[in-house]
């Protein structure tokens, strides 16, 4: 399975779930079988690592994500990836808005379809200070980990 994750500028919420699917993902020995990535429907930061705060976020959780890198959501992507999970409902319009006709992928919000409510959005904490950071840590950890353990059952049913 491939999951890119959606956000603004892919520097705050995506990165940060990026990290912590992965995360999770070698936790659970799944690593192997679900494949992760990030984007942003805006292209301003493209090639440049997380925002300082959210790489201090993570860090402080001990998960390092220095090494990710911006970049813009593109076509291939709706080709390339079986769902595209977005932090916010405007992410989400602005990832079904822009999908080629043909696409294979689907989209959805990232909290709802991780099970944590119905319209669930991670706010962007970017205006904000480190408690909207944690906020977000907050969120996004409970989604990885609830996602996780959709997949890892998916994956016994598969196996069984």
């Known amino acids: 399975m491939r999951i890119l ?27 192997h079988r679900v494949e992760v990535d990030s984007a942003g429907t805006g292209g301003w930061h493209a090639g440049e690592p997380p925002d300082r705060r959210t790489i201090a976020n993570a860090a402080g959780h001990g998960l390092d994500i220095t090494a990710l890198r911006a970049r813009q959501l593109r076509d291939a992507d709706y080709h390339e990836f079986q769902w595209l999970l977005c932090a916010d409902r405007a992410n ?9 006709v043909d696409a294979p992928a689907r989209s959805a919000l990232l909290l709802e379809w991780a099970g944590l409510g119905q319209g669930a959005e991670i706010p962007d ?6 408690e909207a950071f944690e906020h977000v840590w907050s969120l996004v950890d409970r989604a990885a980990q609830a996602i996780v353990q959709r997949l ?7 196996d069984a």
């Open 125 to 130: 904490p970017y205006t904000g200070g480190p």
């Open 92 to 100: 989400l319009a602005e990832v079904r808005g822009r999908a080629p």
């Open 152 to 158: 890892a059952d998916r994956t016994r049913a598969i």
């Open 5 to 31: 994750v959606v956000c603004l500028g892919n520097i705050c919420r995506s990165p940060l779930a990026e990290g912590l699917l992965r995360h999770h993902l070698a936790a659970a020995r799944l690593g």
